[in-house]
């Protein structure tokens, strides 16, 4: 049977809003029974300006500004705009940070020897931080922060250390439950986030820098965190589960009604 006339596809797409507002509306309820608390914002566009003036009421002229790295916070350009105010001492920790091409010359992992001293520095620092932003690998339903690093620098900012938390993340990082916060980490993040920072490996010798995730786009340990891969560069040998902190609203998880990162 053939179809009368073209389907209106805006339609069908145009459905996801609505689905990722209730969704994050479930979560940031939860969040608030949980010592959190959280906003709904509809677009990357609106989000970037509304978090640009939650900044500026939060933190006075002169105060620090840090940040984990995320790609969902380079791409709404927010951490742009922050350092071209210049009203606050923004600390950068990736400024030296190695690009892919660069590793292959490095022949380490992201960070050139003298480059990691400097950046361990810089995330030190951070943790002084009156403001730290940050995006999750995951977030539960029941409003639970699941986050996995190599270093340790993000998930140390997020449980303890700057006086307040920025949590921005696009709606496809909500997850169920705890099972599929970890499997999302180990088979969603950790391929795709490997695959970025160290590019394609040139040769069979270069291969040995990559975990498996990298060359198969999934976990070669097991999702539910029971087995891992072992492998000297894992970039998932610390993960942090936050979902009930003492401190009242020190996180605040910004949702926004799009995809965003990975
Ligand atoms: S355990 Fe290894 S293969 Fe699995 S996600 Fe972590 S780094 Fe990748």
Redesign the pocket.
């Known amino acids: 049977m053939f179809l009368k006339a073209e389907p209106d596809l805006k339609k069908w797409i145009d459905i996801k809003p609505w689905y990722y507002e209730k969704l994050a509306s479930n979560v940031i309820e939860n969040l608030r029974k949980n010592n959190m608390d959280g906003i709904y914002i509809s677009s990357a566009r609106e989000a970037r300006k509304k978090i640009f003036e939650m900044v500026e009421r939060e933190v006075p002229e002169g105060g620090i500004i840090s940040w984990g790295g995320s790609v969902t916070l380079i791409n709404l350009g927010i951490l742009f705009d922050l350092q071209k105010a210049g009203r606050w001492t923004c600390i950068n920790p990736f400024e030296d940070i190695v690009t892919p091409e660069e590793i292959h010359v490095a022949r380490h992992w992201m960070l050139t020897e003298g480059a990691l001293e400097k950046t361990i520095k810089k995330w030190r620092a951070a943790l002084n931080a009156d403001l730290y932003l940050t995006s999750t690998n995951a977030i539960t339903l029941k409003g639970t922060l699941v986050n ?1 690093d190599g270093y340790g620098n993000r998930i140390a900012a997020m449980m303890f250390g700057p006086k307040k938390v920025y949590v921005v993340a696009g709606c496809n990082k909500i997850v169920r439950d705890l099972d599929d916060a970890f499997a999302r ?3 969603v993040v ?2 795709q986030l ?1 695959r970025m920072m160290g590019g394609e490996p040139k040769s069979k010798d270069e291969e040995q820098w990559y ?4 060359r ?1 786009g999934r ?3 097991e999702p539910k965190l029971l087995k ?4 000297k ?4 040998g610390m993960t942090a589960i936050i979902d009930q902190p003492h401190i009242p609203n020190r996180i605040f998880v910004i949702l926004i009604g799009e995809d965003l990162g990975f």
Do not use: K, Y
């Not at 975990?211 to 990298?214: A, F, K, T, W």
């Open positions: 996995s980490v180990r088979n950790a391929p490997v975990p498996p995730c990298s198969l976990c070669g340990g891992n891969c072992g492998h560069n894992r970039a998932c």
